[in-house]
């Protein structure tokens, strides 16, 4: 296990290089892109063209120009922003953390708690109508573009019904630390939440039923049945046990996932000032320094989580675990 | 059967062959499975009856709504209730100032679902906006499905040193967060004045080529990884090497032993990578890093319908709705593929 864990955070230490270099590459090397330009944004002045040519060694070979672009980011952590005034990138993206969590665990709470009871649901109900009922909403869910549903979500509770007694209590988009008010935080969270897990409900839902069902006539289950185990203690106990090796990995992947740039749409369209939502704002400013910082901190949380997973998967499944 | 049979006694010709055993080859089977599952059968209808709707865009906007709607129309009238009314509505709004598009008049020649805030046409836009979103969407993934499969046959075939490079090439690209990928890869290419050039090909930004290549790139892993594991239990079957032992090509072996067992497995992922690459399309492009004007696509029109949410919804809902119904539709039907050709995987999950 041992040996497993520190090949394991080796190839994750590899693979965190190798993004490093391709993202640069890609943001530096691309033919026919002229890096001082990327930085700078829109019309930059001959002079700041030329600082940040001085600045990021850009008449230096490429190791060097690659190793001052590093120190930015991960040491001296001053990489600063042109298209937003001196801002500096790495601060900003730690800043914005908070609302990125806040959003992403509380949707993870309720995704996990509604594909469970769902799936659960439609695998002891099949052969009734209610099993097809439940997979076709998990379908439609799957089928929703989430920018959509979260507009069509505001369009109900900050318009059309806003006054009805219903919604009356959303208050305008936007996010609220919960240091400063947590009852405002959590009203504002509630149909960010809402809107990001139903996505996750439907793909999980679909996952959980496929595998009980398998589950269900694997020999184990059969000889819990005949020790005279209860319905529900073989459904508890044994086969959604197993079902759970899947859904945990699955769980990692996509929180990681998640909390890595993934919710940048959500964010978006209920403007709550996550790592997305600066990305977003990058976009429209032609920030590229912010946008690469984003797109390497989002990738090595990505690339740690799945380690993560992976050792706790080994841990978990030993059948998994490399001799 | 009985007569495929007994012409069997000698090895049959090509043709014979195909005549006597038609309704055998598994592909067959397949597709009567397909035709009998109702449901899937209906998401197929469904699925084209949208492509067909939205590559008659054309025809709609010269001869049915007669009106262009890609040019800004803000004096233009039209017809409600036999009344003429321009496009552009003084007041209107929740607070009664500036300017309001014409909401949608239900009426097929007359802005069936009004007018966007440059007096555009929704309606016709939602049908070209379907035209650049199903092409985008089903190029990227026909892309994506084919130089995945090539690179999964030959990572799986060769095994070794090429497939420990080509995996980890895929581990990389599946690293990276999917939207944050194609958003730095869209900006990059978007921003540098030249669009991209890729030796003699060139592309210029607004062309629907740039969303198609770069979604077809960061789906490569996902297609990548379920058929290399395909490619390598297949190479591991006995007739294959039975086809070694007879001193078959590489190629030959790749392309007419391994291939077609695997190309079932790739048919039955193209649906639903299709459902996955026009969401993706509309993501980006709602974020206006997709399709670029002059083009529209799904995903722009419900950005372009962003400011208009709660005056005019239709803008920003009709679009939304195709989505839905594309995406549904093809993820039912990848659901039958997936049950016609792999029955086994119906009975493990049906019992």
């Known amino acids: 296990m041992l040996t497993f864990i520190v090949r394991r955070v080796l190839w994750t230490v590899v693979v965190m290089f190798a993004i490093t270099v391709t993202v640069f590459v890609l943001f530096f090397k691309t033919p026919g892109i002229d890096p001082a330009r990327q930085i700078a944004g829109r019309n930059p002045s001959p002079a700041i063209l030329a600082e940040i040519r001085q600045q990021f060694g850009l008449n230096r070979p490429f190791p060097v120009q690659y190793g001052l672009m590093m120190q930015k980011i991960f040491i001296t952590r001053d990489l600063v922003s042109y298209s937003n005034q001196g801002q500096k990138v790495i601060p900003e993206i730690f800043a914005a953390t908070p609302a990125t969590l806040s959003l992403v665990f509380g949707a993870a709470i309720i995704w996990v708690v509604v594909a469970i009871a769902m799936g659960v649901a439609a695998a002891l109900l099949r052969g009734t109508l209610l099993d097809p009922l439940l997979m076709v909403l998990a379908l439609i869910g799957i089928s929703m573009p989430v920018f959509w549903l979260g507009e069509v979500v505001n369009l109900i509770t900050q318009s059309r019904l806003h006054d009805s007694f219903l919604f009356s209590w959303v208050p305008p988009l936007g996010y609220t630390a919960f240091t400063q008010s947590p009852s405002l935080w959590f009203k504002g969270l509630v149909f960010p939440w809402i809107t990001l897990s139903i ?34 203690r073989v459904l508890v106990r044994h086969t959604l046990r197993t079902s759970m090796i899947t859904f945990v990995s699955l769980f990692g992947l996509d929180f990681g996932a998640l909390v890595g740039g993934g919710a940048l749409l959500t964010e978006v369209v209920f403007g709550i000032h ?49 001799a | 059967m009985a007569v495929a049979f007994v012409e069997s006694a000698e090895p049959p010709s090509q043709e014979v062959q195909a005549a006597g055993v038609t309704g055998r080859s598994p592909w067959a089977l397949a597709a009567r499975r397909l035709w009998r599952n109702r449901l899937a059968m209906a998401a197929l209808g469904l699925f084209l009856l949208i492509v067909v709707v939205s590559f008659a865009a054309p025809f709609y906007a010269h001869h049915v709504a007669h009106d262009n709607p890609f040019a800004a129309n803000l004096d233009g009238t039209t017809i409600v209730n036999g009344k003429r009314v321009p496009l552009m509505q003084q007041g209107g709004g929740t607070l009664h100032l500036g300017e309001t598009p014409l909401p949608p008049t239900w009426h097929f020649s007359h802005y069936f679902l009004g007018a966007d805030e440059l007096g555009r046409d929704v309606a016709a836009r939602v049908l070209y906006g379907g035209r650049s979103s199903l092409e985008v969407g089903v190029g990227s993934a026909v892309i994506c499905c084919l130089i995945a499969t090539v690179v999964a046959l030959i990572a799986g075939y060769f095994g070794g040193l090429v497939d420990a490079v080509l995996s980890r090439i895929m581990d990389l690209i599946w690293a990276f967060p999917v939207y944050l990928l194609a958003i730095s890869i869209s900006t990059v290419l978007l921003t540098s004045a030249n669009g991209l050039s890729l030796g003699p090909l060139h592309l210029v930004a607004s062309s629907l080529w740039l969303p198609t290549i770069i979604i077809a790139f960061i789906y490569l892993p996902y297609v990548y990884r379920p058929i290399r594991g395909h490619v390598l239990s297949v190479s591991e079957k006995e007739f294959v090497q039975a086809a070694i032992a007879q001193g078959s090509s590489d190629l030959r072996l790749i392309f007419s032993d391994v291939m077609p067992n695997v190309i079932s497995q790739v048919v039955v992922l193209l649906p639903l990578m299709i459902a996955t690459t026009i969401l993706t399309e509309s993501a980006l492009s709602f974020l206006s890093i997709g399709v670029q004007p002059p083009n529209a696509s799904w995903g722009t029109i419900i950005n372009d319908g962003q400011d208009l949410l709660y005056t005019r919804p239709w803008v920003a809902i009709a679009p939304g709705i195709m989505i839905v119904l594309t995406v549904l539709a093809l993820n039912v039907l990848g659901d039958g593929v997936r049950d016609a050709l792999d029955p086994r995987a119906k009975l493990r999950v049906e019992g």
């Open chain 1, 199 to 232: 996505l996750y409900i439907g793909f999980y839902a679909r996952v959980l039923r496929a595998n009980l069902i398998e589950i269900q006539s694997e020999d184990y289950v059969r000889t819990a049945r005949a020790k005279g185990l209860t319905e529900r």
């Open chain 1, 274 to 322: 996550g790592v997305g939502f600066l990305v977003y704002q990058s976009l429209t400013n032609l920030d590229l320094p912010t946008i690469m910082a984003t797109v390497i901190y989002g990738a090595f949380f990505i690339v740690v989580a799945n380690t993560i997973v992976d050792i706790a998967y080994a841990g978990l499944d030993p059948r998994v675990r490399p």
